[in-house]
């Protein structure tokens, strides 16, 4: 895996908790058009005051809407989200600290290179050291992802998410 492949990867890495929340979002505008607590339906009988069966009124809703196939469709995208967030932090907290904390302020946090400069414990670099350093890590972390099976899957999952900030203008913290 090349240096800017594993770049590439930090930075879809900080764009899956965005990513999350609009799913979220999403989740909850579905579940607005579906739920019946925003009016109490009768159940159609004369005189009657109880309400009528909402859940069998949601399940219609659902159905005819075709929510039930979208809310699946985001319990699987959310479920590979959170699957190659959590293997790529694994493979972060595998290399050295200094490296890993530089790639976590810099790409997850967002900070600038002063920011990250100050908020360094362990040691006190110039901001060219640091971009040295962070070079250093990605070729360490980029050396850990080789080894990852579905690395493949995942940079494109990354490649893709990097095509779509840039159809969008979004920018990532980790750009200079």
Known sequence: MKLAEAEMVMEYCADIRRKRRAIERHRAEL?????????MNMDGMPRGSQPGDSTAA????????????ELKSLDKEEASLRADEALILEKLRSI??????IL???????YTWEQVKRTL????????SLKRKRNEAL????EKLETTPGKDALLERAYNA????KGKGWQTSGQE
Do not use: F, Q
């Open 31 to 39: 579940n607005d058009e579906i739920s019946g607590i925003r009016g």
């Open 58 to 69: 949601m399940a219609c809703r659902m159905e005819a809407l075709g929510i039930a196939e």
């Open 96 to 101: 050295h600290s200094v490296h890993s904390e």
């Open 139 to 142: 070729a360490m972390l980029a």
């Open 121 to 128: 414990w362990t040691a006190r670099y110039s901001v060219p």
């Open 104 to 110: 976590l302020k810099r790409y997850i946090y967002g």
């Open 162 to 165: 990097r095509e779509a900030r």
